[in-house]
């Protein structure tokens, strides 16, 4: 997938090396203090997954009416994206883990640079405001430690359904032609299956006039829970889930109530957490089908699965090597590739991880090092030698993913690990070291 991007990861791996915060500072920061060589044992909660609560958000822009949804995790994304939706003049309103949205008096179609900056879901804002003002402009998502995470395919998109786009000054702008209300559908075929940009043409096509065709759309669970909501809303969308999604547009959408889809990367993050401590562990709720690949790859390492409908219990046995390749839904996903890393470096024998969906996305493998892993980098591709154990060592996660890593090598580290980067940790794991606590694990989070 990484072929979509012209990016040169050169650049990227010299800008990170210029701005990683080594964490010999000597500056206090907030961290984790992870003790390793604990055993879990019991049952694991997950919550709504990040990645289709913070899209479906941005569909509330689609109606006037009331949009509830249910499930909703408490992550700062999700704060971010409340904060961008309410300065568009959406009320959001929380109760517990529910969020009612509701767009009926929307009085602007340009989020702030300060609110978007640094949450590249915010982007997921264009094809809906484009929908319902005829106009929207969002400004660029930066790239970011993984990668340069363009939206060339997104503005592709909504310029194959007839919008004018254009990008000045970091603002991308679309707009409806002359005095059309209305996008007109398309046939569209997508350079790549991009999550985000199937997203964005699917929110501007639901209220296109006529058909829209995407083809070599991504096929995630998130596209297909966005799907389900918008078809509850009153859209008319087949083929979510496979390579070819059909929307025929409609003229309006009504409010619903709606239940997000369990966070399978947060279950897959727990299921790695119970294989790397040799622990047994019942993880639910959880679609298996939405992780079939990661499932597979732990059975290969030589876990037992106990597999029912909505929860997975594992029983790890001795860990072996296995080789990974991330790719597209169904495929491996990107997301649990750090998070597995850190399991086969304690594997027995050699394992062979190779990252194809961003350029950039091995930041992890210089903090396991640390940890005494045994790890070598060509590219885009880790040769993992398995340890007997790894040793506890101050460490950063530099995204969200590499720092799940980080608490998951602790785990099974000798010693206790002290983690910086909750920033990142805090965007997609809700209450992450209460939930394992719970199980058996003994993390302490301090401020300094
Ligand atoms: C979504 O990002 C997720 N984020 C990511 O999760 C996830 O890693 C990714 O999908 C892949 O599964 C959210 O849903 C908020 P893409 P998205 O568009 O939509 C290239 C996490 O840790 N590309 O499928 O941005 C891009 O550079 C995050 O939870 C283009 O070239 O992913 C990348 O190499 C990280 N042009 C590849 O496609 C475009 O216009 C995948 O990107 C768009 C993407």
Not at 17 to 46: C, F, N, W, Y
Not at 53 to 78: H, K, R, Y
């Amino acid at each position: 997938m990484g072929s979509c991007c012209q990016y040169d990861s050169t650049i990227c791996f010299l800008e990170n090396m210029l701005t990683a915060a080594p964490v010999s500072q000597g500056i206090s920061k907030p961290h984790l203090d992870v003790e390793g060589g604990l055993r879990l044992s019991g049952e694991i909660t997950v919550s709504g997954a990040k990645n289709s609560a913070l899209v479906l958000m941005t569909a509330a822009l689609l109606t006037q009416e009331a949009v509830n949804l249910e499930n909703v995790p408490d992550l700062s994304d999700i704060e971010g994206m409340r904060k961008i939706l309410t300065s568009l003049g959406v009320r959001v309103n929380r109760t517990n883990n529910s969020l009612t949205l509701k767009a009926d008096k929307l009085f602007h179609c340009q989020p702030s640079y300060e609110l978007v900056n640094g949450l590249r879901a915010s982007f997921f804002c264009i094809g809906p405001l484009l929908s319902r003002l005829g106009k929207a402009q969002i400004p660029l998502p930066g790239g970011c430690r993984i990668g340069a995470r363009p939206v060339d395919e997104h503005i592709k998109g909504l310029k194959a359904l007839g919008a004018l786009v254009n990008v000045e000054h970091g603002v991308v702008s679309a707009a409806m032609r002359g005095t059309n209300q209305r996008l007109k559908g398309n046939y569209l075929l997508l350079d790549c299956p991009s999550v985000g940009a199937t997203e964005t043409v699917l929110m501007a096509a639901v209220l296109a006039e006529g058909k829209t065709v995407i083809d070599n759309a991504a096929q995630e669970p998130e596209v297909q829970d966005l799907a389900q909501l918008l078809n509850t809303m009153g859209a008319r969308i087949v083929g979510a889930g496979t390579k070819t999604i059909s929307i025929e547009g409609v003229e309006k959408l009504h409010g619903c109530n709606y239940r997000v889809i369990p966070d399978r990367i947060e279950a897959g993050t727990f299921l790695v957490a119970a294989a790397i401590t040799r622990s047994k562990l019942k993880v639910s709720p959880v679609v298996p089908e939405h992780l079939s690949a990661v499932l597979q790859k732990l059975k290969d390492t030589g876990c037992k699965l106990e597999i029912h409908n909505e929860s997975i219990t594992i029983s790890p046995e001795s860990i072996h090597a296995v080789d990974i390749t991330t790719q597209p839904f169904p495929g491996f996903p990107t997301d649990l590739q750090a998070p597995f890393m850190a399991l086969l470096c304690t594997a027995k024998g050699t394992s062979v991880v190779t990252e194809k969906v961003y350029e950039n996305r091995m930041q992890h493998v210089a903090e396991l090092q640390r940890m005494g892993a045994a790890i070598r980098i060509q590219g885009n591709t880790a040769l993992i030698e398995g340890v007997p154990q790894l040793s506890a060592a101050p460490v950063v996660g530099s995204d969200l993913r590499a720092a799940a890593a980080m608490v998951l090598a602790g785990l099974a580290a000798k010693g206790t690990t002290r983690i910086e980067g909750l920033n990142h940790l805090d965007r997609g794991y809700e209450a992450l070291e209460k939930k394992l606590n719970n199980v058996g694990t003994h993390i302490i989070r301090r401020a300094n």
